[in-house]
Each structure stands twice: as C-alpha cells, then as structure tokens.
C-alpha cells in the first residue's frame, strides 16, 4: 500500500490540481475590464471599512478595543448578468458601533439609532468587558480611582488596581447605558470614500469591454 506522502506526490505530478479553479474547457478564469474594476473598489472598500472602525474616533468607543471587529471583515462577490452584488461580513456587533445604541438617561446622546439598551444597571458582561478594555489600554497605571469610587473606609485610596479597573469600568458601563453610545457611521463613510473612484473607473472599462459596430451595407 502506497504511503500517504508517495500519493501525495503522485496527485501533483498527476496535474489534476493543475485545473482546479479554472474554467470548463481548459480556459482559466478571466474577468472582463468591468468585473476587475468592481473587485477591485470592494477591496478598497474593504480597505476603507477596516481603517474607519480603526480610527481613534471609533476605536476609542469600541468596547473591546482590541481590533477585533476590523479583523473579522471579509467580502464575497457574485455576478448575474447585470448585478454586480458584493457581501460583506463582520462581527455581529458592528451594527451596533455604526448606528449606535439609544440612552435610557435624560442625558441621551443618540435619539435615531434603531437599537436602545433594556437596563440601567450594567450587567457583569458588560462591565467585564469595559474592565478588559480598561486593561488592555492600560488607562489606569499608577492613578487614583475617580471621587466617588473608593473603596469603603478608605479615604484617599483604594484597595488595589484591580479594585479600581472594576470600579470604574462599573462607572463606564452605567454612564454609557445613560448617554448612549454615538453612531460612528464608519459603513457609509466608507462606501462614500470608494464610490466616485469607482463610479469613473466602471465608465472606463465599459468602454473597454463593449464594442460597438454599425453595418450600413446591408441590401434587401
């Protein structure tokens, strides 16, 4: 019996992998002027997503704040016919972080987001989370808990650090609940970056891919 390492090799000196991803017939794959145009903008959409979730005015709200969401975005493409459809797919709270989440305080700050929190109280996820983040910036090195989150009977201490990372990120959580979290609009943004280029560049490759001819010696 032929050992796992000798039919690997027969299988590629065989070339069967050779015609793996190309067309039917022996022909490879080959995309008309259009398709590269438009897989390309989704690229560069992509692009743009990732680096708008990434900028310091979004990724200062995000709760993980560890690149998470960004690394999670990938694009799928289909063609049919004359729809050109790309889909693209992300953690699922990124709804959340662009549209916002509505306050239940009187100070909220989002009043057209479609989601809103349930509950005041921060739950121990949430706060876990807030704490995770706190940890993972580093915010709280060598610093006194804020007035009002020290610990019982001490007066002008607390207990240690990671007193003060739950404490606080507790604070965090309950405020956030109240005001609400902003939308950061990174998804239309990105689509509003991408969309002249390739608005241009789609006219161009038309104008490439179709070719136009007039017969005018045709007799009855």
């Known amino acids: 019996m032929a050992s796992e390492s000798k039919l690997q090799r027969q299988l590629l000196e065989s070339g069967f992998l050779d015609d793996i991803g190309q067309a039917r017939g022996g022909d490879k794959l080959k995309f008309t002027s259009v398709e590269q145009v438009f897989i390309k903008h989704m690229g560069q959409l992509l692009k743009r997503l990732q680096e708008r979730v990434n900028a310091p005015q979004c990724a200062d709200k995000e709760i993980t704040a560890s690149g998470g969401l960004s690394a999670s975005m990938r694009f799928e493409y289909t063609f049919l016919g004359v729809l050109y459809r790309a889909q693209f797919y992300m953690a699922s709270y990124a709804d959340y ?11 909220n700050q989002n009043t057209t987001s479609p989601y809103s929190f349930r509950f005041k109280n921060a739950s121990r996820n949430h706060v876990d989370a807030i704490e995770g983040w706190l940890k993972e910036k ?10 009002g989150l020290l610990t019982a009977g001490k007066k002008n201490h607390i207990n240690d650090a990671i007193q003060t990372n739950r404490s606080i990120a507790y604070a965090i959580a309950v405020a956030g609940k109240s005001k609400g979290l902003k939308a950061q609009n990174f998804k239309q943004g990105a689509i509003d970056d991408v969309m002249p280029g390739l608005m241009k560049e789609l006219a161009q490759a ?5 070719k136009i001819s007039i017969d005018t010696s045709v007799l009855q």
Not at 138 to 147: E, H, Q
Not at 206 to 210: F, L, P, T
């Open 138 to 147: 580093n915010n709280l090195t060598d610093r006194r808990a804020p007035k």
């Open 206 to 210: 038309m104008a490439r891919d179709i």
């Open 97 to 107: 972080q662009d549209k916002g989440v509505r306050g239940l305080g009187s100070n």
